[in-house]
Nanobody, 122 residues
């Protein structure tokens, strides 16, 4: 497994932007699919975005498609989530995840970060 540390969360007005970063430890970062998830108060954790090992394919939840962009830099062991046109309903704790399955199995083998709070005001 890998250790993941998120950063970049904060308070932003609706319509604004934030970029989250997730730094991974270890030398096998490129062998993991990377994902972003979020959890709002009283709700279950939900999938936001996935990027495959090589970075060649990305997938998004319908709720963020066209507004969020996931990317990765395998040389820096870092994955990013660029969030534009933010809405109050995007308010949540955002978690970074690493999974050895290229499409992200998100099961017992998944590594999770500690989360970073994103708050969008109306």
């Amino acid at each position: 497994q890998v250790q993941l540390v998120e950063s970049g969360g904060g308070l932003v007005q609706g319509g604004g932007s934030l970029r989250l970063s997730c730094a991974a430890s270890g030398r096998s970062f490129s062998t993991y699919a990377m994902g972003w998830f979020r959890q709002a108060p009283g709700q279950e954790r939900e999938f936001v975005a996935l990027i495959r090992r090589s970075g060649g394919n990305t997938y998004y939840a319908d709720s963020v498609k066209g507004r969020f962009t996931i990317s990765r830099d395998n040389a820096k062991n870092t994955v990013y989530l660029q969030m534009n046109s933010l809405k109050p309903e995007d308010t949540a704790v955002y978690y970074c995840a690493a999974d050895p399955a290229d499409y992200g199995h998100w099961g017992p083998g998944t590594s999770w970060g500690q989360g970073t709070q994103v708050t969008v005001s109306s």
